[in-house]
């Protein structure tokens, strides 16, 4: 019978996994690009100009590909290489037994259709096409193809372009430090420690400048768990360097810049850049927080997305950076970049949100797409990280973290203390993450910093996407079994989770109850938490269930964010945004004082005595 039960319980959390996957699949993923045969034709050609890019220090550069084809078809695509060489010595057979090797083994970084700017190509044969390429520290080169994405046909070659300098300092990414006033910068270069040493400049705004040295780490092909990680979709990330700027003085702009200093002294330069440091801890000032999940990455040229796999990724984007001026930090809460496997997608990745993450906080959560993958010791064994298994996530950003397998932190930001949860990893009552979990909730001064934020990737609270309401549970199997006496007995304010690409609000709930019937002002004792999925930032939107559940307040089949800024210490605006627009569609604020945190709730009162 208890096997049953687990047959059971597994048998959900599988369903549910692929469930999820099952609403798109990596652009990148649909080319067989192993069963490339090669045909390459006399009269066909393509090129690529300009071959020499980023003269002006550029990391990113518009490109033009002109091809002809003398046997044109609907379903010819071009695809960029980088490295722009073909190597197939390092393929492995396709065939074991007659040690037939593929052509190709490497997937592009990108493509598009050949008739994607001329009608008439399938007539003419002759098109052109513009691409966006950034600085990916190697050159690159444009193929031609017939025959689709299922059997490509190699008809033609362009010339290999490149930048000036690949190797540059390059997608600067701030983080929170351990301490409240430690920040730390994390960058992508092509120099390794025994060609160059790394550092940033930095300093208050018109003071003098010091440097910090900085640790580099990089990962290897055979770090990858599985296919396409491990195969196809392989690309050398670079190195990633992190430098940790300490005893930052609260709320002053620092200027930065990443350098790396050659072994003939000379020194290569990358952007120069500005942040405000945090507040301290309980500082009662304005603090702007934005929350989102699973906005992953889109491409500015219109490559890739013949799918809709993340649609909205890009108007989330731009919608932050043109409010960048009223955002302190950002908590991106799990599947980040959607590479699922195909590496050349975290570069990709970190120039998309370089604008935001060089200048506030980009705090980051683990999702399923980050880190599950079969006997890898996720808690779910399905393969949605496409062989990465955590380890991209793990290298390219920084958490404050004590162990970086171990996805879970806590982290302060001024009036708000963070408790980040990682829901690829057991969470549940006796696990080591719930032991975390409870510590972080329980370590925290109300007094000094009254709003206290739960976060996770997978809703581990409440949600009725369709999904979920099929389950009948309206949640994560399992999620929120222990979780929510935490909840309750420490007052947790709100719940933010991914996952599902939709946004939806409940109203404050206790013991699975809602325990104020207020929809936008809540003031006085915390009676519940209020649980918040946000997880509609970019990817293909996820469906909700027919029936609306007593606890659901808002509900939105659209692409947006959560911003919440506190004034004070006693109020908070929750706002939520769409991505399209970035006007405010749901919102509510919270009044209380101290002594409304410190009394009785509920059946979750401190013992008392009548001693004097």
């Known amino acids: 019978m208890v096997w049953f039960w687990v047959l059971v319980l597994f048998t959900a959390n599988l369903k549910l996994g692929l469930a999820h996957i099952h609403g798109g699949e990596q652009p990148l993923a649909k080319i067989n690009i192993l069963q490339t045969t090669v045909a390459l034709h006399e009269s066909a050609s393509i090129s690529a100009e300009p071959v020499l890019l980023g003269l002006k220090g550029e990391d990113t550069e518009w490109i033009t590909v002109n091809f002809v084809n003398p046997k044109p078809s609907l379903d010819d695509w071009v695809g960029v290489f980088s490295p722009a060489k073909f190597d197939p010595s390092a393929c492995p057979p396709v065939n074991e037994r007659k040690k037939q090797l593929p052509y190709i083994c490497s997937a592009p970084i990108k493509y598009k259709y050949a008739n994607e700017s001329s009608s008439s190509y399938a007539k003419t044969g002759t098109a052109s096409l513009r691409f966006q390429l950034i600085n990916q520290r190697a050159d690159f080169s444009f193929a031609l193809f017939s025959g689709g994405l299922s059997d490509p046909i190699l008809v033609a070659i362009s010339n290999p372009i490149s930048f000036t300098n690949p190797k540059a300092p390059l997608y600067a990414r701030l983080a929170q430090g351990k301490s409240w006033n430690e920040m730390t910068v994390t960058w992508t270069s092509g120099y390794d420690i025994d060609e160059a040493v790394p550092f940033v400049e930095w300093g208050r705004k018109g003071d003098f400048q010091v440097r910090s040295p900085a640790g580099t780490l990089t990962f290897k092909q055979n770090s990858m768990c599985g296919s396409p990680a491990s195969t196809v979709g392989w690309r050398d990330p670079g190195f990633i360097h992190t430098s940790f700027l300490k005893d930052l003085w609260p709320n002053f702009v620092y200027m930065y810049r990443i350098g790396h200093l050659l072994y003939n002294g000379s020194v290569v330069w990358g952007k120069t850049y500005s942040f405000k440091s945090s507040p301290y801890p309980g500082q009662n000032s304005l603090q702007r927080v934005v929350i989102f999940g699973d906005m992953g990455k889109a491409e500015r040229d219109g490559s890739n997305e013949y799918s809709d796999y993340q649609p909205g990724s890009l108007n989330t984007t731009d919608q932050l950076i043109r409010d960048l001026d009223n955002i302190d930090i950002v908590f991106h809460i799990g599947d980040l970049t959607y590479s699922n496997g195909y590496i050349s997608q975290w570069d990709q990745f970190t120039a998309q949100v370089e604008p935001i993450a060089s200048t506030v906080p980009y705090m980051i959560a683990s999702g399923n797409h980050e880190r599950d993958w079969p006997n890898s010791g996720s808690f779910y064994d399905t393969p949605d990280s496409g062989g990465e298994c955590g380890v991209p996530a793990e290298t390219m950003f920084y958490y404050p973290a004590e162990n970086k397998a171990k996805f879970w932190y806590s982290t302060d930001y001024g009036l708000f203390h963070f408790c980040i949860a990682d829901s690829e990893h057991d969470w549940r009552e006796g696990s080591e993450q719930y032991g975390f979990i409870e510590q972080c909730l329980a370590s925290v001064d109300r007094h000094r910093q009254p709003w ?161």
């Open 452 to 612: 206290l934020i739960f976060s996770a990737h997978r809703v581990l609270g409440y949600s009725s996407n369709d999904w979920y309401s099929q389950e009948g549970a309206y949640e994560e199997p399992m999620g929120r079994d222990g979780l929510q006496k935490l909840w309750q007995k420490y007052k947790v304010d709100i719940a933010f989770y991914g996952h599902v690409h939709n946004y939806e609000r409940s109203c404050p709930i206790y013991q699975n109850q809602c325990v104020n019937k207020e929809k936008n002002h809540y003031s006085g004792t915390v009676n519940g938490t209020i649980h918040v999925v946000v997880g509609g930032a970019g990817s293909h939107l996820s469906k909700f269930s027919q029936l609306i559940p007593y606890w659901s307040i808002y509900r939105d089949y659209d692409f947006g964010f959560v911003k919440l800024t506190a004034f004070n210490q006693s109020s908070l605006l929750f706002e939520y945004k769409k991505s399209r627009d970035g006007k405010v569609y749901d919102s509510f604020t919270i009044s209380r004082d101290y002594k409304d945190v410190l009394a009785c709730v509920h059946d979750g009162c401190e013992p008392t005595t009548l001693a004097s």
